[in-house]
C-alpha cells in the first residue's frame, strides 16, 4: 500500500496538482503544514526537481502507531533534474494510504522534510 501511496504522490506531482496532495493526506499532515505554505513549498521543489520519473524502494517499515500504524518508505527517486532520495511515511487506513509526512534529502546534503518537526505537533 505504501508503495501505492508513492505512486499516486508521483502522479499528483507530475500534474503539478499540489493541491490534492495536500487535501488527500492525513489529518497529521493537514494539521501540522498550513495549506499556503504546503503549496508554495511543493511548486518550489517542482520547480527544482523538475517531473518525477521513477522511484526505487531501498528500505522501509512499520510503526504500530494509531488505529492502524504509520509505515514509511525511502528510495531513489529519479526527477528531471536529477535523482534524490524521498521517504514518504503514510498513514493506512482501510486499504488507503494517507500522506503523514514527506522527506526529500538532496544530493547535496540538504534535507527538507514537510511538516518540519521543529515546533509543537499536533496528533
Not at 507530475?14 to 504546503?38: H, L, P
Amino acid at each position: 500500500m505504501a508503495e501505492q501511496g508513492v505512486a499516486k504522490l508521483q502522479s499528483a506531482w507530475n500534474r503539478e496538482d499540489c493541491a490534492s496532495i495536500y487535501d488527500e493526506g492525513d489529518g497529521y499532515f493537514r494539521r501540522n503544514q498550513r495549506r499556503d505554505e504546503w503549496l508554495r513549498r511543493c511548486a518550489e521543489l517542482r520547480n527544482d526537481l523538475g517531473l518525477w520519473r521513477g522511484y526505487q524502494v531501498a528500505d522501509g517499515v512499520t510503526w504500530p502507531i494509531g488505529k492502524i500504524g504509520i509505515v514509511w518508505v525511502e528510495g531513489r527517486a529519479d526527477f528531471a533534474n536529477g535523482p534524490q532520495t524521498v521517504r514518504a511515511d503514510f498513514q493506512l487506513n482501510k486499504n488507503t494510504a494517507r500522506l503523514f509526512h514527506f522527506q526529500i534529502k538532496f544530493a547535496d546534503g540538504k534535507l527538507v522534510q514537510i511538516p518540519g518537526f521543529a515546533g509543537r505537533l499536533v496528533d
